[in-house]
């Protein structure tokens, strides 16, 4: 059963940077097939993509968030990390982390979610 595990702080002020990270259990992320993915779902909107990593370590991120976005990853935990920097309220959201088939979806298995507020 594969299973995976959102940390990190719920608070962050704004323009600091954001950092969460996924621990998964029951498969490994330098796994071939796999993109492992980070979306996030403010409150009242839709899921939005973030961007990923694959087995060889290489990264895609959404083109509105590129600039500030960083995912890499700790092959020895089993870990990937999702940096976010210069945040302001509007990152304000629910994130998860999550398993993919394809570049930007379908999922097979999410994080069950972390609540990430973005205030002073």
């Known amino acids: 059963q594969v299973q995976l595990q959102e940390s990190g702080p719920g608070l962050v002020k704004p323009s600091q940077t954001l950092s969460l990270t996924c621990t998964v259990s029951?498969?490994?992320?330098?796994?071939?097939?796999?993109?492992w993915s980070w979306i996030r779902q403010p409150p009242g909107k839709g899921l939005e993509w973030i961007g990923y990593i694959v087995y060889s370590g290489s990264t895609w991120y959404s083109p509105s968030l590129k600039s500030r976005t960083s995912i890499s990853r700790d092959t020895f935990k089993n870990e990937f990390t999702l940096q976010l920097s210069s945040v302001t309220p509007e990152d304000t959201a629910v994130y998860y982390c999550?398993?993919?088939?394809?570049?930007?979806?379908?999922?097979?298995?999410w994080g069950q979610g972390t609540q990430v507020t973005v205030s002073s």
């Open positions: 999550a398993r993919g088939g394809a570049p930007v979806g379908p999922y097979d298995y």
């Open positions: 029951g498969d490994s992320i330098t796994t071939n097939s796999y993109y």
